[in-house]
């Protein structure tokens, strides 16, 4: 059945954080926007510890009644349990109730007009000459451009011919009540975390996140972990359910169709360090807004239009996504003892002292991980590492 006679200037397959924030802009610039949710609720289920960087909430002034508590320190625990505590005098990141902060946006939408049709999952997309069919439950929606903002594993960017990822982590998390913790704990070993990491984050004086990423068994590596850290002290034995999700480690190939894009963790705009997606997702939903706005001022909705996007979009973070995921690529390679030496080293020398006092940033670390390699390059030897990847000139992958 089509629903008849409404053509909507966009429409945007989910209202996580870079769909809601495309349809608050969208519907702000005078568009006809509609979004749809496959869930009930918009912020639910919540797959997000929530740290955005203090850049992020400078930039996208979105946060206000969402931000849990500031972070201006961490402590880095190395496989064998070397502490090293990095800290700086102003706040470094935010950590925001996420479920909180996807619901104020979506409102800030409405109320600048965007609809929302909740509860009704896309289906199918086509792609016609003079407008978009959206297949949502056996209805067909028309928009003149659609935005994928449908998150990691959505199929829809492959069915439109953007092919995927090519790699991908999963993460478990889970809520812990604490007790007077207040630093955030990262915890690097291979075993656990295979390639990645685990954090401890705490969101109050009570109660906190722990999480990991990993690529063999997240769920059975956090119940191990969750079992470490209560033997520790540290947490009580959680009551709440285990949740799961995954990243994109790399981009698509190709994010743009002619009349569509594709934004956020469906687009694979992701950092390949961190894992951490709202605020590159942002970046990049606002370079979409410049695309369609053009589009419709040019009444031009050509695929040469729209591949202006990811030009525009690598442009911004191109260089942070390849060489991050370079970085990931050598990380992944280490072993636990050779983790520890680089712990030994870079405290020993007071690298992460000399690294924090340099113009470091949370979001932005192609810049840290060409300076943390020429630190560690005269030890080069104990880890395997090629000679070229060092003296600041680290050879990019495409
Ligand atoms: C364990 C974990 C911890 C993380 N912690 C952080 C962190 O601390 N900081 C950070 O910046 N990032 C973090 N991330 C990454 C971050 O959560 C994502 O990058 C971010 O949510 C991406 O936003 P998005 O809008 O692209 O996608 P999402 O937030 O995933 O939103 C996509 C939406 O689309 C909907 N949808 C999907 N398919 C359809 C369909 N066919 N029809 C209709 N609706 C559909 C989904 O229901 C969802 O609501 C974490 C990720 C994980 C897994």
Excluded at 106 to 125: F, N, P, S, W
Excluded at 150 to 173: E, I, N, T
Excluded at 271 to 280: A, D, L
Excluded at 303 to 327: M, T
């Amino acid at each position: 059945m089509k629903d008849m006679g409404r053509l909507y200037d966009a429409i945007i397959i989910g209202a996580g954080a870079a769909g809601n924030y495309l349809a608050y802009r969208l519907a702000g610039l005078g568009y006809e926007v509609l979004v749809v949710e496959e869930h009930e609720e918009v912020g639910q289920p919540v797959n997000c510890t929530g740290i955005i960087g203090a850049e992020c909430v400078e930039r996208f002034p979105l946060f206000e009644g969402t931000v849990l508590r500031e972070v201006s320190s961490a402590r880095l625990f190395s496989p064998s349990g070397s502490e090293l505590r990095v800290s700086r005098d102003s706040v470094q990141a935010f950590i925001i109730d996420r479920a909180a902060f996807d619901r104020a946006l979506a409102e800030r939408a409405q109320l600048e007009g965007a609809q929302y049709l909740l509860g009704c999952r896309a289906e199918d997309v086509e792609i016609r000459d003079e407008a978009i069919r959206v297949k949502v439950e056996g209805r067909i929606l028309e928009g003149k451009t659609v935005v994928v903002a449908s998150g990691f594993g959505s199929p829809l960017p492959q069915k439109l011919g953007m092919g995927r990822s090519g790699d991908l982590v999963m993460g478990a998390q889970v809520e812990v009540s604490t007790d007077g913790l207040w630093e955030v704990e990262v915890y690097f070993d291979q075993e656990m975390t295979p390639g990645f990491f685990a954090w401890l984050v705490p969101t109050s004086q009570k109660r906190a996140l722990v999480g990991l990423f990993s690529r063999r068994n997240p769920g059975a590596q956090l119940k191990e972990l969750l079992s470490r850290l209560a033997f520790q002290g540290k947490i009580a034995t959680p009551q709440a359910q285990i949740t799961y999700g995954g990243i994109p480690l790399r981009p698509l190939p190709q994010t743009y169709q002619s009349r569509v894009v594709a934004v956020g963790d469906a687009a694979g705009q992701v950092k390949p360090t961190t894992g951490g997606g709202v605020y590159y997702g942002l970046l990049c939903a606002e370079v979409a807004v410049t695309t369609l706005h053009g589009a419709f001022a040019a009444g031009d909705f050509s695929e040469a239009l729209f591949s202006r996007y990811q030009r525009r979009w690598k442009r911004k973070i191109g260089k942070e996504l390849r060489l991050g995921y370079l970085a990931r690529q050598l990380y992944e390679r280490l072993s636990n003892r050779q983790i520890d030496q680089i712990f030994h080293i870079v405290e020993s020398r007071g690298i992460h002292e000399a690294l924090l006092k340099s113009d470091l940033s949370f979001d932005w670390h192609s810049k840290a991980i060409q300076e943390g390699l020429k630190h560690l390059g005269p030890w080069r030897h104990l880890f395997g590492w090629r000679e070229n990847i060092f003296g600041g000139r680290l050879r990019e992958s495409r």
